[in-house]
């Protein structure tokens, strides 16, 4: 294996010198979870270790940091039984929010703080979002807000010490332009909690790092232009004949870094959602028309992003994606699939040079914004089901995470790379079918639904030749297709049961983790010969078999 510049040239690609371009790993940088009080659970903590350990996953975001059953914000002694105590002050405690970032760091990972939603006690509007009753509305007192985060972030570094949380990130609030769902109120006292925000964290030390405004998907009317929502605005969206040809943009993103830079505010970070999906309201009282748009969407709306920030006062700002999946929905039965595996695995290879971090939405299916699935593959965001069992997006990721920090060769259909550390070669091929033209995969409500992708597509065969590797050198080959790794398949042939027997979860985790796998030597000669046959919608990996997992212990 080449260990330095000269081995390196001595590395080819079917005869060709190698590129030598960065490949930031945007898919493991952070993961996205449902709520803080999940974190409490030891299943979901179990679930977040093997997402570090194995897909390399370094930092998590999740909502509800200050909501009530965190009980960080206490205006009542809480007795139980009798009449609440009122306090003469509100008290601020950490008990369960120092359980759960101590587990994530002592996961070998960090938090990407998302702070949010607002304690009963300071919101203006209560019971808004969720089973759990979520508060996202402006506080009743900007100042008391501003003491909570102020205590917070100092709570912090006293408990984990300044250099470390100098390494996290800040971000204000979640989508407040879904209004009146994660906001109640205008864009406006958004930007105002922003500045309040910002201006608390930076007071605390400079070198924290504070971004926004970690809104909702990009969209190509008019309906967030105002202070306040319309709805109308989204009409000639939901009737287009051709969304694709419409012109999609951000939203809040230029109005805050207007807004910031007027102010002399700090952003150190830029953050959106991308997901590749809209729903526009189409004028049947309440109704709204869902909007899939095309497979490169993501990268479109990517380079948008770092054109903007490239000509904005704050050209050094970060980019981070803090929630991306193929859709919005914990209900989608793709998520569950070998497709959606193809999907993100091609997207993330394309966006991996337009962003800091792309967080998918989420590592578990342990999540609970609408309570918890019904059924063991019923749709959600997760990497792994309730049970633990390994989706093929777990698969997929875990293939990403074995490539290296340097490209030596990308196409259409896969990339082929090597580790600036210690000169491994690895790559990730995927078969994403011709037959799909522009499409991207779609939501679907039903597991039926879904697998009919099954009937697109033929088979690809992937054939490189990679010369300049030490003899003997052995790669491994693993390969996710309909017939290998895919659970959910397995579970329909069951007749989809609803509650599983352990016997039924212990055979579904064995499909789970059955890839095909074999292997491949470099010839004396210092060749390796990639031969793989990619039926459509496979993935597969090539690494050498000596290959250490991702370390527990890396940060950002």
């Not at 270790?49 to 965190?70: I, K, P, Q, T, Y």
């Not at 049947?284 to 490239?310: M, N, P, Y």
């Not at 959606?340 to 800091?356: M, N, S």
């Not at 983790?513 to 470099?522: E, K, M």
């Amino acid at each position: 294996m080449p260990h330095d510049a000269h081995a390196l040239d001595e590395l080819r690609v079917d005869g060709a010198p190698p590129s030598d371009a960065p490949l930031n790993h945007v898919w493991n940088r952070c993961v996205g979870a449902g709520r803080a009080n999940e974190a409490l659970r030891a299943d979901w903590q179990a679930h977040f270790r093997e997402a570090v350990d194995v897909l390399g996953v370094r930092s998590v975001r999740f909502h509800g940091l200050f909501h009530d059953d965190m009980f960080v914000y206490r205006a009542t002694y809480g007795g139980g039984f009798a009449p609440p105590e009122v306090l003469p002050q509100p008290q601020i405690t950490f008990s369960y929010v120092d359980m759960v970032f101590d587990a994530i760091l002592d996961a070998g990972a960090r938090p990407f703080v998302e702070l949010g939603f607002m304690p009963r006690e300071l919101a203006t509007q209560t019971e808004t979002l969720f089973w759990w009753k979520a508060h996202c509305s402006p506080p009743t007192d900007m100042a008391e807000w501003v003491r909570l985060v102020t205590a917070t972030v100092e709570h912090w570094v006293e408990r984990y010490g300044r250099d470390e949380v100098r390494q996290w990130r800040f971000e204000v609030w979640n989508e407040p332009n879904l209004v009146p769902h994660f906001w109640t109120g205008t864009r406006t006292e958004y930007f105002e909690l922003y500045e309040a925000t910002a201006r608390a964290i930076t007071s605390i030390d400079p070198l924290l790092k504070v971004g926004g405004p970690a809104t909702s998907v990009f969209v190509p009317d008019a309906r967030y232009s105002g202070d306040t929502y319309d709805r109308t605005a989204e009409l000639a969206t939901a009737q287009a004949p051709d969304p694709d040809a419409l012109d999609w943009q951000p939203v809040w993103v230029r109005e805050l870094i207007d807004y910031c830079a007027e102010r002399d505010l700090p952003v150190d970070f830029l953050s959106t959602h991308l997901y590749p999906t809209d729903y526009a309201a189409d004028g049947t009282g309440g109704g709204f028309t869902a909007i899939h748009r095309h497979v490169d969407a993501t990268e479109q709306d990517l380079r948008l992003l770092q054109e903007l920030i490239a000509a904005s006062p704050y050209p050094d700002a970060e980019l981070h994606i803090t929630e991306w999946s193929s859709s919005p929905s914990s209900r989608d039965r793709t998520h569950d699939t070998l497709f959606a595996a193809t999907y993100i695995t091609r997207a993330f290879l394309k966006g991996a040079a337009l962003a800091d971090s792309i967080s998918y939405w989420t590592f578990t299916d342990l999540f609970e914004e609408g309570g918890a699935g019904l059924g063991p593959f019923h749709g959600g965001f997760g990497f792994v089901n309730e049970q633990g069992i390994h989706k093929p997006t777990f698969h997929a990721v875990a293939m990403l995470s074995r490539l290296g920090n340097r490209v030596v060769h990308q196409d259409e259909q896969g990339v082929i790379t090597r580790s600036s550390e210690d000169g491994r070669v690895s790559a990730v091929f995927l078969n994403y079918p011709a037959e799909m033209g522009t499409r991207g995969v779609e939501q679907h409500d039903s597991y039926a639904a879904a697998r009919a992708y099954r009937e697109i597509g033929t088979a690809r065969r992937v054939r490189h030749t990679v010369t300049g590797l030490e003899p003997g050198t052995v790669f491994g080959v693993e390969l996710l297709d309909w017939e290998h790794g895919n659970a959910a398949e397995a579970w329909h042939r069951m007749g989809e049961p609803v509650n599983l027997t352990r016997a039924q979860t212990a055979e579904l985790k064995a499909v789970a983790d059955g890839l095909r796998r074999w292997t491949v030597p470099v010839a004396p000669s210092g060749v390796l010969e990639i031969d793989i046959d990619l039926p459509a919608w496979a993935v597969a990996s090539v690494a050498p078999v000596a290959a250490p997992r991702p370390s527990s212990t890396p940060r950002p």
